[in-house]
């Protein structure tokens, strides 16, 4: 986790922070002056509790606390706003018998960070949200190590609720790593189609595509947007920001695919690169990559042009760098905007 704070009011808090400091290196651990030791691992503030803690909150990934929970409480009450920004807080008892997971145990990292820490102090880890408990899917979870994001979250307290209470869940997966979960609850069942889905028996849906799902399907269901997505892009050295950006919108639009999934612009390598690709990489915040034409002339495309190869050096560029940098299969042949671009798009293969 990037930004650790640990906060210690009482002279054992201080000891313990000592020892937390000596396990993770790269914590920072606040107290009093008023209690100093003069140990520079420590940082010793002048200001009132009431008003660190508050600091803390706001400036840290995880902020933990080595003192009361009912104090933590009405301390950092006033300034909670939402589980996506509100940062992981965790709190340790005095004699370190419980390392409790206070808040955002999920998406904020708190519960594995809990569990890391109560195996360290050899202390008794305190984790009560229900997909934990329960030891099934935590849905706001799922695919995060694979970089996949939740196309909408108005759903997930929702779903999250059928998947604890153990009502029947179908998964489709349409692309990506399969091996995001070791071993699925009972009341999940997996199916090939979302024609399956569809007409199975269940209360609610995870599903894993880059494809733009249904309102039907979608309003009972959790959607995982993959990057799985590579875009290949021929164009010219005027080619314009908005002109990539609206080719690239008519294609996602017309082939029903998720703008969410896109993992890389890919292109020929000229001898300057196309600023109008370089802003819109920055724009869309989207990695832009680019292919040698030597390269390129050696993959197999089902849209060769003469008139490329002219210019170009290599049959085919759009087709070409998307198949090459995906290592999958295109499921968007060349689609032209004349005068100066194409675009095709092509599925990666993990």
């Not at 609206?246 to 017309?254: D, M, R």
Request: with cysteine; aromatic share 6%.
């Amino acid at each position: 986790m990037e930004k650790v704070s640990v906060l210690a009011i009482t002279k054992n808090g201080i000891n313990i922070g000592i020892k937390l400091k000596e396990l993770f290196p790269n914590w920072e651990i606040f107290a009093p002056v008023k209690l100093s030791n003069e140990n520079n691992s420590i940082i010793w503030y002048s200001e009132p509790t009431s008003d660190k803690i508050i600091e803390l909150f706001k400036n840290s990934n995880a902020l933990i606390c080595l003192f009361s929970l009912g104090a933590v409480i009405r301390l950092i009450a006033p300034h909670l706003k939402d589980k996506k920004t509100d940062p992981a807080v965790i709190v340790i008892d005095d004699k370190t018998n419980f390392v409790i997971s206070v808040l955002s145990g999920h998406i904020g990292g708190a519960n594995e960070l809990t569990q890391e820490i109560s195996e360290k102090l050899n202390a008794l880890p305190v984790i009560t949200t229900a997909a934990d408990v329960n030891k099934t899917i935590a849905v706001d979870l799922v695919g995060r190590e694979f970089g996949w994001r939740i196309d909408d979250d108005t759903t997930v307290t929702k779903i999250s609720a059928h998947m604890v209470n153990a009502e029947p869940i179908g998964v489709f997966q349409q692309t990506n790593d399969q091996k995001w979960y070791k071993q699925l609850p009972k009341n999940v069942t997996i199916y090939d189609s979302l024609e399956e889905l569809k007409k199975s028996n269940s209360k609610a849906h995870l599903i894993i595509s880059d494809e733009i799902i249904d309102n039907e399907l979608s309003q009972e269901s959790v959607i995982y947007r993959p990057q799985s997505l590579v875009i290949g892009i021929g164009l010219h050295w005027d080619t314009t920001k908005d002109t990539i950006k609206e080719g690239i919108e008519h294609c996602l639009k017309k082939f029903n695919l998720s703008s969410k999934s896109i993992a890389k612009l890919v292109s020929i390598k000229k001898p300057e690169d196309v600023q109008g690709l370089i802003d819109l990489g920055k724009e869309m915040q989207v990695p832009v990559e680019y292919v040698h034409r030597e390269e390129l002339a050696e993959i197999i495309t089902p849209n060769p042009s003469t008139t490329v190869k002219a210019f170009e050096g290599t049959a085919s560029v759009s087709e070409a760098a998307a198949i090459k940098v995906s290592k999958g299969e295109l499921i968007v042949e060349k689609q032209k905007f004349p005068p100066n671009l194409t675009v095709a798009i092509a599925r990666k293969i993990d």
